[in-house]
Antibody, heavy 118, light 111 residues
Framework: QVQLQESGPGLVKPSETLSLTCTVS????????WNWIRQPPGKGLEWIGY???????EYNPSLKSRVTTSVDTSKNQFSLKLSAVTAADTAVYYC????????????WGQGTMVTVSA | EIVLTQSPGTLSLSPGERATLSCRAS???????LVWYQQKPGQAPRLLIY???SRATGIPDRFSGSGSGTDFTLTISRLEPEDFAVYYC????????????FGGGTKVEIK
C-alpha cells in the first residue's frame, strides 16, 4: 500500500520560496500522477498541481507563475517550490496520489502546516 | 472555470438521520470526473465516491452518490457518529487538463 509523507520547513518568510518534499513509500514513483493540494486554516481545498515521473506537469492557473515541481526517482520523492510567498500562502500542504483508473485522489499524505510570517 | 457550489454550508442532524448534500456545477460536468471526499478535523481528506456514484474501497454502503450534468448529491442513509465531518466535492476537467477544482465543503454536525 502506497503511503505519502510530506516534509519541509514549517515557517517561511514573506517573499521567500516555500519548499516541500513528499516521500513515497510502499510503491514506485515511476507511476501515477503526484499532486500537491493545500488548505488554508479553516478553509477549503485548493489544487496546486501535479507532476508525472516523466516530468509532465500541470498547474492551477492561479498559481502557475510561482509553482515548480520536480521528481527524484532515485529517492522516490517529489517536491514543490512556491516562490514569492505571502501570508495568503499559509496553509496545510498535502501531497496526494491521483489514481487514473478512477479519476480521483485515492491516497493522501497527512499534511504539513506551513506558516508565512516574518 | 467551472465553479462547484456545495449546499448547505452546514447540516445539523442527529445520528441515525439521513443526510443529503448537494454539489452544483456552474457548467455541465462529466460524471466520470465528479468525486466526493470526507475530511475530519486534523486529518487529510479521504476518498468516498468517484465517478459520481461508485464507492471507494472500504466505504460503507450507507454512503451513496448520484447525479449528472450540473447537479450531484451525496447521501448518507443513516448517520453514524463517525460520519460527522466536512464533505467536499471535486471535479477534474479531464484529458490532462489544468482544471481541477473543489467545492467549498459541507459540514455535517451533530444536532
Amino acid at each position: 500500500q502506497v503511503q505519502l509523507q510530506e516534509s519541509g520547513p514549517g515557517l517561511v518568510k514573506p517573499s521567500e520560496t516555500l519548499s516541500l518534499t513528499c516521500t513515497v513509500s510502499g510503491g514506485s514513483i515511476r507511476s501515477y500522477y503526484w499532486n500537491w493540494i493545500r488548505q488554508p486554516p479553516g478553509k477549503g481545498l485548493e489544487w496546486i498541481g501535479y507532476i508525472h515521473h516523466s516530468g509532465r506537469t500541470e498547474y492551477n492557473p492561479s498559481l502557475k507563475s510561482r509553482v515548480t515541481t520536480s521528481v527524484d526517482t532515485s529517492k522516490n520523492q517529489f517536491s514543490l517550490k512556491l516562490s514569492a510567498v505571502t501570508a495568503a500562502d499559509t496553509a496545510v500542504y498535502y501531497c496526494a496520489k491521483w489514481e487514473e483508473s478512477i479519476k480521483a485522489f485515492d491516497i493522501w499524505g497527512q499534511g504539513t502546516m506551513v506558516t508565512v510570517s516574518a | 472555470e467551472i465553479v462547484l457550489t456545495q449546499s448547505p454550508g452546514t447540516l445539523s442532524l442527529s445520528p441515525g438521520e439521513r443526510a443529503t448534500l448537494s454539489c452544483r456545477a456552474s457548467q455541465s460536468v462529466s460524471s466520470t470526473y465528479l468525486v466526493w471526499y470526507q475530511q475530519k478535523p486534523g486529518q487529510a481528506p479521504r476518498l468516498l465516491i468517484y465517478g459520481a456514484s461508485s464507492r471507494a474501497t472500504g466505504i460503507p454502503d450507507r454512503f451513496s452518490g448520484s447525479g449528472s450534468g450540473t447537479d450531484f448529491t451525496l447521501t448518507i442513509s443513516r448517520l453514524e457518529p463517525e460520519d460527522f465531518a466536512v464533505y467536499y466535492c471535486q471535479r477534474y476537467g479531464g484529458g490532462g487538463s489544468s482544471s481541477l477544482t473543489f467545492g467549498g465543503g459541507t459540514k455535517v454536525e451533530i444536532k
